[in-house]
């Protein structure tokens, strides 16, 4: 799951290598921080948040068919 949210924030980025994600896990599953550089930030965020949104969305519906739970936290 980590390789999928990195797969992800990599293809939208320019700085592929700035990309890191982080993973924890508490009392409702693993919790992901993607963190990239700041000037990528927009680019993972998207207009509205949608693209933040829709990442969140494939995590979380990858999860589901693993029988897990998971979410997406994009810090700076």
Do not use: C, H
Not at 15 to 39: C, H, I, T, W
Not at 41 to 59: D, E, F, P, W, Y
Request: aromatic residues 4%; negative net charge.
């Amino acid at each position: 799951m980590k390789e999928l949210v990195e797969f992800l924030a990599r293809e939208l980025v320019d700085d592929p290598d700035a990309v890191r994600v982080g993973e924890s896990f508490d009392d409702r599953g693993v919790r992901y921080q993607l963190q990239v550089a700041p000037e990528d930030m927009g680019k993972v965020i998207g207009r509205s948040g949608r693209t933040a949104r829709a990442i969140r969305l494939v995590v979380q519906a990858a999860a589901r068919k693993q029988g897990t739970a998971a979410t997406v936290d994009i810090v700076d």
